[in-house]
């Protein structure tokens, strides 16, 4: 089975201070993963994924994500955190297909991040 | 702009109605998913499509059903709508059913069963 988790529920941020929003994952084989951001009332939008090679993988509106396979982290990150960060941001996992039929996205419980102004 | 489109954007539903949620994506992706989105859970998938004519069950299936006709469209039924049905709903899309492709997701529909 594999599993996504976000530890933290809420991360609050002061604008222009670095931000970390944590995830660590627990897969079987290769694991793939992604990051997704939600602001209220609105779908889930793709940020970035990692599938191999390097560890630090950039991604869109300036947040980036590092792998680390010893420590099942893939942590999202970013330089300087703006008050238009503000959102749910749900970090998902997945393996190589298992012949189960699913390309199935496991999904961490979400982490909301304010920015304060 | 393409993409995918979900209606109804929300609905109030009584117990026992029947409901189809519709879901259209423009971008001709082969694999198709229908998700739930509830407080504190996280999204959980319901049913999938990998590609047209071909549909499968995913973690919480119960009381859900899809049909895939056609490559765009991607209808979810609930036969006869309960209390914990009550939930957000995203459909989402990804080229292929690939376990490295990213999948794209819907603007959500909110259903409230009463």
């Known amino acids: 089975a594999q599993s996504v988790a976000q530890p933290e529920d809420q991360v609050n941020v002061a604008e222009g201070n670095p931000l970390t929003v944590k995830c660590t994952y627990s897969?079987?084989?290769?694991?793939?993963l992604f990051w997704y951001v939600q602001y209220p009332n609105r779908g889930l939008q793709f940020l970035l994924k990692?599938?191999?090679?390097?560890?630090l993988v950039k991604g869109s509106y300036g947040f980036e994500a590092e792998f680390n396979k010893s420590q099942t982290s893939f942590h999202l990150k970013k330089p300087s955190a703006l008050v238009s960060d503000s959102a749910l941001y749900f970090c998902a996992g997945r393996t190589a297909y298992s012949g189960a039929g699913s390309y199935q996205l496991t999904f961490g419980k979400g982490t909301k991040l304010s920015v304060i102004p | 702009i393409a993409g995918i489109t979900q209606a109804p954007t929300s609905q109030i539903l009584a117990a026992g109605r029947r409901m189809t949620l519709r879901c259209t994506q423009d971008?001709?992706?082969?694999?198709m998913y229908w998700y739930r989105q509830d407080l504190g859970l996280g999204l959980r998938l319901i049913h999938y499509s990998n590609t047209a004519g071909t549909t499968g069950k995913g973690e919480v299936p119960d009381g859900y059903s899809v049909s895939r006709a056609n490559t765009d469209d991607f209808p979810l039924t609930l036969a006869s709508a309960v209390p914990s049905q009550t939930s957000v709903y995203f459909c989402?899309?990804?080229?292929?059913?690939?376990?490295?492709?990213?999948?794209?997701f819907g603007p959500g529909t909110r259903l409230t069963v009463l």
């Open positions: 989402a899309s990804s080229p292929l059913a690939s376990s490295t492709d990213t999948q794209y």
């Open positions: 990692y599938i191999t090679g390097d560890n």
């Open positions: 971008m001709r992706h082969n694999a």
């Open positions: 897969v079987s084989g290769n694991p793939y």
